[in-house]
């Protein structure tokens, strides 16, 4: 059996020191890269929306529903992990809104509308952390 040595130059201090600048490093690319990864998320919600007012209910509900949902939990729980809790809160109205409901009429839909686009706003112009005052607004819009 072998015994690794440390070189005598690198104490654990150094390479814990390395690591964490690293790990920092990295937290902050995932919190630039965010917006990008999941903008495309909310596109597809907006177009599968469009779809919806397209059909009668039931199918309306299982459409948005089963479209919708999937990924509004990801943007829950994914939000405040990368950065950006904003999207997390607006994501947990909407997924709370659409789980709600059992039936979609214009006013629902509207509803649903408006919050994808506060998504949308948030992630274009990259609202992180609470928001600040631009945050408070966005979060007085949610019905």
């Not at 150094?14 to 790990?23: C, K, M, Q, S, V």
């Amino acid at each position: 059996m072998a015994i690794f040595k440390l070189p005598e130059t690198e104490s654990p201090t150094g390479i814990l020191a390395d690591n964490n600048a690293t790990e920092a490093e990295a937290a902050a690319d995932l919190t630039r890269a965010f917006p990008m990864m999941v903008c495309g998320d909310v596109q597809e919600m907006r177009l599968a929306l469009n779809e919806a007012k397209g059909l009668y209910e039931p199918q309306r509900t299982q459409f948005i529903q089963s479209r919708l949902l999937p990924v509004m939990l990801r943007l829950k729980n994914q939000g405040a992990v990368f950065g950006y809790p904003l999207v997390t809160d607006v994501a947990t109205h909407l997924y709370n809104f659409i789980d709600q409901h059992k039936a979609y009429g214009q006013p629902e839909l509207n509803v649903i509308n408006n919050d994808l686009l506060l998504l949308q706003n948030i992630l274009w112009k990259r609202i992180s952390g609470d928001g600040g005052k631009v945050g408070q607004e966005i979060l007085s819009q949610l019905i």
